[in-house]
């Protein structure tokens, strides 16, 4: 074997601490993030938000909060339907249930947003919409997977609580005599329980119209080209329509692939209204409004020969999307990582959301 080319200059690194060339730039305050841009003309955006987690809106009633001083606009779903918009998954592909920025006639989650304010500062934002008067006719909410299974549908038009499903939970012929016919067969179940992302950077988007029909987003997101993609198809206008800007972000964890009900109603609202709108999360929203993550339960059958090596698996596996199948729908991901590191014969699974 020839000896190490120790001409190469990277070699002096090996072992050594390095200096992270971003760190100066943030701890002296020169970052850039969403909350740090400001545009003229702009206006800041709070929501009010539903206190339960399931029920039927009897009424609402914003005229107090049209009143308050620096307020410019009260806005429920009836005024963001004059402007529609699609609202995809992460694959994006449309949901089989309607799903709109504002809550729509129901409410399905603790948090969900049904008013938007602008106003000319977040505090009287925040006043107008803590004024906002709504009138809800509560339902039994769902909430953990065991009750989604049995209980009745929770949206309209629905056979059940799956919002998707992929492989069969019945085990085919030829891997079940696999798995019978190992000399050790193991069945194992993994529960896994919610958990919020809470990235140091909530949520945030400043969207300003330009033109009748472009748009630019100021957005703190993981994949910029992602989320440009998403708003021109959920608008229904061409890529060049939507510029997006992503420059530092504090923290996404999966939460920020895309936009979620909040940041697509201040884009809808900023269109219709013309001015530069911006939201950004308050940690106690990020605590009960944004997305949950991780909730999932697997059960997890292998087979193994005298050896030890794995003969064949089977999967089952159910993860609790909420109320609105948004994210990752039935996560296939977790069945193309569980046996990544080993050499596995046979596979076959299920997956639902």
């Not at 060049?240 to 800007?245: H, K």
């Not at 269109?271 to 605590?287: F, H, N, Q, S, V």
């Not at 991901?333 to 050499?343: E, P, R």
């Amino acid at each position: 074997m020839n000896a190490p080319n120790s001409s190469l200059g990277a070699t002096r690194w090996i072992g050594q601490r390095v200096p992270r060339k971003e760190d100066p730039r943030l701890l002296t305050g020169r970052g850039q993030f969403v909350d740090d841009i400001v545009l003229p003309g702009m206006l800041h955006v709070a929501f009010a938000r539903s206190p339960i987690a399931r029920g039927r809106i009897v009424s609402i009633d914003t005229a107090a909060a049209r009143e308050m001083p620096g307020v410019h606009g009260v806005l429920t779903m009836a005024d963001l339907a004059a402007r529609p918009i699609t609202m995809l998954s992460f694959f994006f592909t449309e949901a089989e249930i309607p799903i709109t920025p504002l809550a729509d006639g129901h409410v399905s989650y603790a948090g969900e947003p049904v008013v938007l304010v602008a106003a000319e500062t977040r505090a009287q934002a925040e006043d107008a919409a803590s004024l906002v008067e709504i009138a809800y006719e509560e339902l039994d909410p769902v909430v953990t997977i065991a009750q989604a299974r049995t209980a009745g549908p929770i949206h309209p038009g629905m056979d059940s609580n799956v919002a998707a499903e992929i492989g069969d939970e019945e085990i085919e012929d030829e891997l079940e005599d696999t798995l019978a016919g190992s000399a050790l067969r193991l069945s194992h179940r993994i529960v896994h329980q919610r958990i919020s992302q809470s990235p140091m950077e909530t949520r945030g988007v400043l969207a300003s119209r330009d033109g009748p029909e472009e748009l630019q987003l100021w957005i703190t997101c993981q994949s910029p080209h992602l989320v440009a993609r998403w708003v021109s198809l959920a608008l229904g206008l061409p890529d060049s329509a939507i510029r997006v800007v992503a420059k530092d972000v504090g923290g996404a964890f999966g939460l920020k692939n895309h936009p979620w009900k909040e940041e697509c109603a201040v884009i809808v609202a900023a269109l219709l209204m013309g001015k530069p709108l911006k939201w950004i999360e308050d940690r106690y929203e990020a605590l009960t409004a944004s997305n949950q993550a991780r909730e999932a339960e697997m059960t997890l059958q292998a087979g193994f020969d005298a050896e030890g090596r794995l003969t064949g698996s089977h999967g089952i596996y159910d993860c609790n999307n909420g109320a609105f199948p948004q994210g990752a729908d039935s996560n296939i991901a977790v069945h193309m990582f569980v046996w990544a590191a080993y050499k596995q014969p046979a596979y076959a699974f299920v997956s639902r959301g």
